[in-house]
């Protein structure tokens, strides 16, 4: 089993930024592919970002792109989400995915493992 553990949630006004963390424990092995989601009240899990073992690969949403980067340090099992530039549009609660797959996934279907999600609150 993988645990995933996301942080750095928090309340914050448009056009600022945040750094949430996702630090993954347990069979790390099994995170080969990591990504975030978000989910706001009312509304389906949508994909963010993805990256892959190495970190040498990413994928974003159309509607992050530009604006968020994911990135991962395998020596700490932490994978990192920092938002600049954020807009009331990205109110949610982030989740943090893993699987032992590899490549980069942006389906929920596709992850085995998820965190217990993180509030992000932009204010106008």
């Known amino acids: 089993q993988v645990q995933l553990v996301e942080s750095g949630g928090g309340l914050v006004q448009a056009g600022g930024s945040l750094r949430l963390s996702c630090a993954a424990s347990?069979?790390?092995?099994?995170?080969?592919?990591m990504g975030w989601f978000r989910q706001a009240p009312g509304k389906e899990r949508e994909f963010v970002a993805t990256?892959?073992?190495?970190?040498?690969?990413?994928y974003y949403a159309d509607s992050v792109k530009g604006r968020f980067t994911i990135s991962r340090d395998n020596a700490k099992n932490t994978v990192y989400l920092q938002m600049n530039s954020l807009k009331p549009e990205d109110t949610a609660v982030y989740y943090c995915?893993?699987?032992?797959?590899?490549?980069?996934?942006?389906?929920?279907?596709?992850?085995?493992?998820w965190g217990q999600g993180t509030q992000v609150t932009v204010s106008s």
């Open positions: 347990g069979r790390t092995f099994s995170t080969n592919a």
């Open positions: 990256i892959n073992w190495t970190g040498s690969s990413t």
């Open positions: 995915a893993a699987d032992n797959a590899i490549g980069l996934l942006t389906k929920t279907s596709r992850y085995d493992y």
